[in-house]
């Protein structure tokens, strides 16, 4: 299948054209304050390169548009919240330990009503009905329409959840509804905070996803749009503007998946050196290690599954002074082209270092010629211990592993490095991430309490389920491999219970 | 912080509880800490507790009215006013659910427990050891279904009975029980919150200040690092109700350390060499960051230390030993310390 893939970042919108197994062309332009408009460059830049381009059956983009929505409490909407739990779970209200400014952008109206289900799947208490009617009036006259719906243990028992929302609907059709069980794991707080998230955004989802639909249009493409999230899959467009939380994670996710999809190597770390920092991660299967602690995204805490990633102060622009040597932690970071030494500059920084060393052939080297050697090695030591630091932290055996160089700034990883077996450099390297989004897949996901089945029976109920998931988002069934499994008995349950998650992802349709 | 710490793997950071008590401390008066010794022999105290799983506590927030009802359902049934609050286990969540029921009846809270940590059954309480009468005691669900246990056999009688309760209640329970000043004065672990905080305060003020917390909270504590690696294989699995299992940690020099735990951390291990064991408190770290770690969020390729800290005098007793040593948990040895200290 021929496919674009597209990574907006902070600082470049990076595309790239896939054809099967092998990358036909790529390209790296500036991000535009309108991410619009700056996609539509990329996008001529790149069938400029490959006329063959025009013949992309799918557009995949990974943005950090949604997330940097909620950093930066802008284009949010309102959000009325109700939750069905009562006479359980009042103690800990809605949005409670949110900072304060984006509570104040957020918050519209809450209601704590009754309903939500036991842990076995009784109901704490039936639902009210009219109280639901009374509140979804309430709801209207206030002018809101976007509402998020919580319910105890719904990734158990979703039915709560399902009837509120329809008559919501019916009092309020055009609202735009998010269900915590759509989003979720056990975590009724973790949950109800990414519903309320993916509420406040849903506006925003609808005109960016237009926007991203019209650029492809207006480039001549005939193109299916996907975005890329957080695991490293993707979900249609359709998916994304109902669920744009889910793309919170997709840059460094992209990279560490283009990495692995260049080298060919499915175990191993990978290093992407940028403009300001380097992330560090590690491949497991091919895909990015997560983490299972609690995710918090502008100050929210979330169950997200996010790339356990750590990020270092080094990258092609970090700022170097000397007498002491001192590496950044600051960076020139877009200014590099113009401050940087090489570039006709005064500013001295690890780019410079890399040019006069003859790591890099960039800008004029003989305006570095005269660095002083002692100068030069003491940098690149210093950046070679730090990258050693981040990748033993990361590191999850004790013999050595494989590492994959990637991002801009990949020419400062040196060809040994102490707990690496080998470095590995690929072409294409600097759009590592376009790449990673051109190559996504589609995954399903399931995370719930089985109870009377055997720790076998209980994982190919989830896997089964997972698998649906995945068609139903549109991936190809014969492909859908498992990726990953968890299983956690529960304390003093009845019932042998335990809590089973999988995780399968196969090829686009 | 510190509850968690000494809750020895039972539970981590109680955040959901913690964020109930801020949001009850903005309503309510500050709660006061009592010394044990400070009691009348004939002071009325409600002890108090969730009985249950830790799990649906993430879905059904421990609310502070609810923990508060058994203690006036005790009142009624006795027909007395009670003048003080503690709590049976200082570990984790239920070292807050005092402090909450404190703050809502407006009664001081006690500065002490009956098991000095957590350990997973009411007849390793202080109390039950003592063989003090733990009846009557107080139950309520979430709803408006409320229990009178008037008398019991033993202990575990307590702990057979209110286990059926829990799970016909959504595996969540608060309960309440009646002693006296003198019974506490004599029986309970006494300055248990006071540690708790002592704890809990080394640990986050090295954390603000950017030092090693784990050092600091071993300066504070009297304690000692075992082993320090990644996590290489956590295995566990569920037999009469609880979590057994061990985790696996590979350390410097390919050393293989070995923590085994039920439901709390019962034996650290490398090779044949005994580490430290119940009732040492055993607790594992996040390496980096200092935070305590229960035994649900242990996961592979983590970076963890095994810390043991003093176990408590009164557990040292022949006694206590029966049903808090090694043997109590199905080990075949006797307890043997690795250190001098004990606590306090």
Redesign the interface.
């Known amino acids: 299948m021929k496919r674009i893939g597209i990574d907006v970042g902070g600082t470049n919108t990076d595309a790239a054209f896939v054809d099967g197994d092998r990358v036909m062309a790529s390209v790296k332009t500036p991000t535009t304050a309108d991410v619009t408009s700056g996609v539509k460059k990329a996008l001529a830049r790149l069938l400029g390169e490959s006329s063959a381009a025009r013949a992309a059956q799918a557009v995949i983009v990974g943005t950090t548009h949604f997330v940097n929505a909620v950093i930066e409490r802008k284009q949010l909407e309102r959000v009325a919240v109700i939750r069905l739990?009562l006479?359980?779970?009042?103690?800990?209200?809605p949005l409670?330990?949110w900072p304060a400014e984006l509570r104040d952008a957020v918050r519209g109206q809450v209601a704590l009503l009754p309903g939500?289900h036991?842990?076995?799947g009784?109901e704490?208490?039936p639902l009210d009905e009219s109280a639901i009617y009374a509140t979804a009036r309430r709801i209207a006259d206030a002018g809101i329409s976007s509402v998020a719906i919580s319910s105890?243990?719904s990734p158990l028992r979703a039915d709560h959840e399902e009837r509120t929302a329809s008559i919501v609907r019916s009092v309020l059709p055009q609202a735009r509804l998010t269900l915590s069980k759509d989003l979720g794991r056990?975590?009724?707080?973790e949950r109800e905070n990414v519903t309320i998230l993916n509420s406040a955004l849903s506006s925003l989802a609808q005109r960016t996803t237009a926007a991203f639909r019209s650029a492809i249009a207006d480039s001549g493409l005939g193109a299916q749009l996907y975005l890329t999230q957080n695991d490293g899959t993707v979900m249609s467009a359709e998916m994304a503007e109902q669920f744009p939380v889910l793309c919170f994670a997709s840059g460094p996710t992209n990279s560490m998946r283009g990495a692995a999809f260049l080298s060919g190597i499915d175990e191993a770390a990978v290093v992407d050196v940028g403009g300001t920092t380097t992330d560090i991660g590690i491949l497991k299967n091919g895909f990015p290690?997560e983490t299972?602690t609690v995710i918090e995204i502008g100050g929210v805490r979330t169950l997200f599954r996010m790339p356990d990633v750590i990020s270092i102060a080094l990258g092609g622009g970090t700022r170097i002074r000397t007498a002491p040597l001192r590496l950044g932690p600051d960076s020139l970071g877009f200014t590099l082209v113009e401050h940087g030494r090489v570039f006709g500059g005064n500013d001295l920084c690890t780019t410079d270092v890399a040019v006069a060393r003859g790591l890099v052939a960039l800008g004029d080297p003989k305006r570095v010629a005269g660095l002083d050697d002692q100068l030069v090695l003491g940098v690149l030591d210093e950046a070679r211990r730090r990258l050693e630091d981040g990748i033993d932290?990361m590191?999850?055996?004790?013999g050595d592993i494989r590492l994959i160089a990637v991002g801009g700034g990949s020419f400062l990883v040196p060809k040994m490095v102490k707990g690496v077996s080998e470095v590995v450099f690929v072409p294409h390297h600097e759009v590592a991430n376009a790449i990673g989004a051109a190559i996504a897949q589609i995954s399903g996901e399931v995370d719930q309490v089985f109870s009377d089945l055997s720790r076998e029976e209980a994982i190919a109920q989830a896997t089964a389920l997972a698998q649906a998931r995945a068609e139903k988002a549109g991936a190809v069934p014969d492909s859908l491999s498992v990726v990953d499994v968890e299983e956690?008995?529960?304390?003093?349950?009845?019932g042998?219970?335990?809590?089973v998650r999988v995780r399968v992802a196969g090829k686009l349709a | 912080m510190g509850a968690a710490v000494l809750s020895a793997g039972g539970g981590s950071f109680p955040y959901l509880e913690y964020l109930g008590t801020r949001e009850l401390f903005e309503k309510r008066a500050p709660v006061t800490l009592v010394a044990p010794e400070s009691l009348p022999d004939d002071a009325r105290v409600a002890l108090v507790a969730m009985v249950g799983a830790p799990l649906p506590l993430f879905e059904r927030f421990a609310d502070p009215a609810h923990f508060t009802r058994p203690v006036h359902v005790l009142e009624r049934h006795l027909g007395t006013r009670f003048d003080a609050v503690m709590g049976y286990e200082i570990g984790s969540m239920n070292s807050l659910i005092p402090v909450m029921v404190a703050a809502s009846t407006e009664l001081p809270l006690v500065d002490a427990d009956t098991l000095g940590r957590s350990f997973p059954e009411v007849q390793t309480s202080a109390f039950a050891i003592a063989g003090l009468d733990m009846a009557p005691i107080a139950v309520c669900d979430v709803r408006a279904n409320d229990l009178i246990i008037a008398r019991a056999a033993s202990g575990r009688w307590v702990e057979q009975l209110l286990r059926p309760l829990a799970s016909a209640c959504g595996s969540v329970i608060a309960i309440c029980g009646a002693h006296s000043g003198l019974e506490i004065k004599q029986h309970a672990y006494h300055g248990t919150y006071s540690r708790a905080l002592r704890i809990g305060s080394a640990i986050l003020k090295a954390q603000v200040e950017h030092r090693d917390p784990i050092a600091s909270l071993l300066r504070a504590e009297r304690g000692s690092a075992l082993a320090s690696g990644k996590i290489i294989d956590t295995e566990r699995h569920v037999t009469e109700g609880f979590v057994r299992g061990r985790v696996r940690i590979l350390c410097a020099g390919a050393q293989e350390a070995i923590v085994s735990f039920q439901n709390e951390y019962l034996l650290a291990e490398t090779g044949a060499r005994r580490l430290a064991m119940v009732p040492d408190l055993i607790a594992l770290f996040d390496s980096e960051r200092g935070d305590p770690l229960g035994t649900e969020a242990l996961r592979y390729g983590q970076h963890v230390t095994v810390v043991r800290l003093p176990p408590m005098a009164q557990h040292l007793t022949a006694k206590a030993l029966a049903v808090v040593g090694p043997r109590a948990f199905g080990f075949d040895f006797d307890y043997q310390s690795s250190g001098d200290e004990v606590h306090p």
């Open positions: 739990c006479p359980a779970s009042a103690s800990v209200q409670i330990d939500g036991e842990i076995d009784r704490i208490a105890v243990f056990i975590g009724l707080l290690r299972n932290r590191k999850t055996q004790a956690l008995p529960l304390t003093y349950m009845p042998n219970c335990r809590r």
